[in-house]
């Protein structure tokens, strides 16, 4: 159809049942499915004059679209992780028309069909340390009453923020340790700038666990028997979601077809 493209989110095996009729993705649009070769693209209708290469590069650089737009991306894929395991594909992945898509799926056949082999059954949780400040002692209220008392609160201060980070070191540490033994795949990633994920405290752990979902229980259970009693240090949760840190990276027939822009390419 003149003026639209196709927006794709992920690619899944075959679905066992249809979209949840209730469904929106980016544009309010409802999302469908283009069938090809046993697998699925879930997709949605967006308009040419947002999502063609010359806007869509105006608008990826518009905070308040991006995040609108990611959020719809975000809705669906969750809304697919419940009924099955999908692989998530790049925000903003469009495709001319339909034909375009099953192309799309033709050409990554092989790394799609690997990739959700390995993938299924599984979802990703997210798990963050985070060294926080305790609150100061009572005896360090009021101003220095000497300037040797001011180097004796300094030093003590100091103590404290080392002895904080020492702590949620450790936690880290353990925590990870366990985490990582119960799950199936463990990627690292570097920790937050506090400047940008507004996050407070210091990041010292920002990992994703690949666990079974029948599992998920038993690890939740363990991130709670061994994260949130120091409250020097804050263990955040996150999930379950798509295994979206163990989706790429895999084979490069996969991130070709997830950097496809056929609305640039005609």
Do not use: I
């Not at 209730?22 to 967006?46: D, I, K, M, N, S």
């Not at 010292?204 to 259970?221: D, G, H, I, K, Q």
């Amino acid at each position: 159809m003149s003026g639209e493209l196709r927006y794709v989110y992920a690619v899944t095996a075959p679905l066992p049942g249809p979209l949840p009729p209730q469904l929106r993705g980016v544009g309010g649009a409802a999302p469908y499915t283009v069938e090809h070769a046993g697998l699925v693209a879930v997709t949605g209708v967006v308009p040419e004059a947002d999502f063609a290469e010359e806007p869509l590069r105006a608008h990826l650089e518009d905070l308040r679209w991006l995040e609108e737009t990611a959020r719809a991306h975000q809705g669906v894929v969750d809304a697919l992780t419940a009924l099955t395991c999908p692989l998530p594909l790049r925000l903003a992945t469009v495709y001319l028309d339909d034909d375009g898509v099953r192309r799309a799926l033709e050409e990554g056949r092989e790394a799609f069909a690997a990739t959700l082999e390995r993938l299924a059954g599984r979802v990703e949780w997210g798990v963050k340390v985070y060294a926080q400040r305790r609150a100061p002692e009572p005896a360090a209220a009021g101003a220095p009453s000497s300037g040797r008392d001011f180097l004796r609160r300094r030093k003590q201060e100091v103590t404290a923020r080392e002895n904080v980070l020492e702590e949620a070191e450790e936690l880290g540490r353990t925590l990870h340790a366990a985490l990582a033994a119960q799950a199936e795949d463990v990627r690292v990633h570097p920790a937050q700038n506090p400047q940008l994920s507004q996050a407070p405290g210091q990041n010292l752990l920002n990992a994703a666990y690949l666990v079974p979902r029948e599992r998920s229980e038993e690890f939740v259970e363990r991130v709670e028997q061994l994260g949130g009693h120091d409250p020097a240090v804050r263990v955040e949760l996150t999930g379950p979601w798509a295994p979206y840190s163990f989706a790429s990276g895999q084979t490069g027939a996969q991130r070709e077809a997830e950097g496809r822009h056929d609305g640039a390419v005609g």
